[in-house]
């Protein structure tokens, strides 16, 4: 990220300012189990996937003294298509790149987010991977369980939200504000197999979905 | 009248008074959670902080000027639209129409701005009634389309429409009320049904034994509606005199009418979320819940002393 005074000035303004007026007064979180969430990095953020606000809706959780660690994981394709919001989202958001598929090619497409984390930083990613269906959980993909099994002893904790994906869904430019729900699940830890992890992290986000009484949304 | 920095006199010691009331139950929950530490006054304590937080943006911003007034009370009407809307079903396809809703607030509270009596009354119960159906008739999906009309009208009625009798009390309030102005009833609304509700409390908590409504809220007892209600009064015939043009037995009668519609309010919310299997409304306010679970009561308050004293008093 960006060590310029000028810039990480523009990204504190950013959060405080516009990111916090929008998701936590025109907007509106309902947190649950706020005590969960981490005091410190390093640690993973893991949330489900609906909306554009997603990550933002998490960064407004932490206190703003921890925003310089705070980076979110995103693909580097949806954000580099003009040089602009390659600038923004890598000096203001802090994003941390991602190649989709660059694991099949042999190289490490989460190099960066694990050296983030060497360096005690707190990363928000989304396990699902991209949007799709609004307000649905959707299978998760395996980069969150190579991750955790690189940094075992790293906490990745569940954040299963609800509301973002009717507030501004994929596809639609349209902010039509809502409540959201926020609930904060047990911190878990990685293990040798990736897989038994990725099924630990989804069944916590279903039984933190199926703790909320969610409205019809059809 | 007297003023003090623009504001009415009485008003200023009615809400010194406020002040002082609040800092001696703040005194006994503090010592109360010395005595007992844990959970069990917990809550209490957490409520307690979120009182000092709410009457001091309404005091505040009531006292400021009646500009800062009507933008404060337009936005609790609109975190209580959209807690409301969050809480309901609702079709994708209203998705976009949801932001006319929104939009009638601003609208709403310029009819009460600028004293529009005629427009104001008529605006959600005529127009926004008519209108909104319409237009989602004419997005062509008949799917829970009654389902639709239904939940979302009542809402705009209950928070926006309802709610937004408090800031045409403020403004059309100034000629009938020589005593104190419209901030003056304003003050004496807000008051009482909030004090209604915490007497209702009060009461049910000390003798609350016969329930009023076992099916929808089995915190609301005979006791407490009437202990309540009737300290409200008491409440209503003392200061109703400094802060409005009526009498004390005037006063009396008008605390009746904010204390029973308070409770009436209160209970339809409850049905609402009982309807909808929540405990809390939101959890914007900790230890009272969402927004609507704090101006529950005024929804029908508000409205219920309005055309009360519009009947009675206005030339």
């Avoid at chain 1, 190579?146 to 940094?151: D, N, S, T, Y």
């Avoid at chain 2, 045409?168 to 005593?179: H, K, Q, R």
């Avoid at chain 2, 529950?296 to 009675?312: G, I, K, V």
Wanted: hydrophobic letters at 50%.
């Amino acid at each position: 990220m960006n060590k310029n005074p000028l810039t990480r000035l523009l990204r504190f303004l950013f959060f405080a300012v516009v990111v916090r007026g929008v998701i936590l007064v025109v907007m509106g979180l309902t947190v649950r189990n706020r005590q969960r969430l981490p005091d410190d990095g390093p640690a993973v953020l893991a949330g489900n996937h609906n909306s554009n606000l997603d990550a933002l809706a998490i960064m407004s959780l932490m206190p703003l003294r921890l925003l310089p660690k705070l980076r979110p994981v995103a693909a580097m394709d949806y954000f580099y298509t003009s040089s602009f919001r390659g600038w923004f989202a890598n000096n203001i958001v802090g994003i941390i790149p991602v190649k989709r598929g660059s694991g099949k090619e042999g190289g490490n497409p989460l190099q960066l987010a694990e050296e983030a984390l060497d360096r005690g930083e707190i990363l928000v990613i989304f396990p699902e991977g991209t949007r799709g269906e609004p307000e649905t959980l959707q299978a998760f993909k395996k980069g969150i369980g190579h991750l955790a099994r690189a940094r075992p002893k790293v906490p990745i904790i569940p954040v299963f939200m609800h509301g973002l994906g009717k507030t501004l869904p994929r596809g639609s430019m349209l902010f039509v504000p809502f409540n959201c729900i926020v609930s904060v699940g047990e911190k878990l830890y990685g293990k040798e197999s990736y897989d038994a992890f990725v099924a630990e992290l989804e069944g916590s986000m279903t039984a933190l979905a199926e703790q909320e009484r969610l409205p019809v949304w059809e | 009248m007297t003023l003090i920095h623009g504001i009415p006199a009485n008003v200023v010691y009615v809400t010194a008074g406020i002040y002082a009331l609040l800092l001696i139950a703040t005194v006994i929950v503090a010592l109360l959670r010395w005595r007992h530490p844990g959970e069990r006054y917990a809550e209490l304590t957490r409520r307690t902080s979120s009182w000092w937080w709410m009457i001091g943006a309404f005091t505040l911003c009531v006292l400021f000027n009646q500009t800062v007034a009507i933008v404060f009370l337009a936005f609790i009407s609109y975190l209580a639209l959209k807690e409301y809307l969050s809480l309901i079903p609702t079709r994708r396809i209203d998705r976009e129409l949801l932001l006319f809703a929104y939009l009638a607030i601003p609208l709403q509270y310029y009819w009460a701005a600028s004293d529009w009596y005629g427009m104001f009354i008529v605006f959600v119960p005529v127009w926004m009634f008519l209108f909104f159906p319409a237009l989602m008739a004419l997005r062509g999906e008949t799917q829970n389309f009654l389902r639709a009309v239904g939940t979302i009208s009542w809402g705009l009625m209950l928070t926006v429409f309802a709610l937004s009798h408090m800031a045409m009390l403020l403004v059309s309030g100034e000629v009938p009320n020589p005593v104190a102005g419209g901030v003056g009833l304003l003050l004496f609304l807000v008051l009482l049904a909030q004090f209604n509700d915490v007497a209702q409390y009060c009461w049910g908590k000390l003798l609350g034994r016969h329930n009023v409504t076992p099916q929808v809220s089995p915190n609301k007892t005979w006791e407490g509606l009437i202990g309540g209600v009737a300290t409200t009064v008491l409440l209503a015939a003392l200061i109703g005199p400094y802060l409005t043009p009526m009498d004390w037995l005037w006063s009396a009668l008008a605390g009746a009418v904010i204390g029973v519609a308070g409770f009436l309010g209160d209970i339809t919310i409850s049905a609402v979320k009982r309807d909808l299997g929540v405990k809390d409304t939101g959890g914007l306010l900790p230890g009272h819940g969402g927004i609507l679970d704090r101006v529950d009561s005024l929804t029908y308050a508000a409205p219920a002393f309005f055309h009360f004293f519009r009947y009675f008093f206005y030339p």
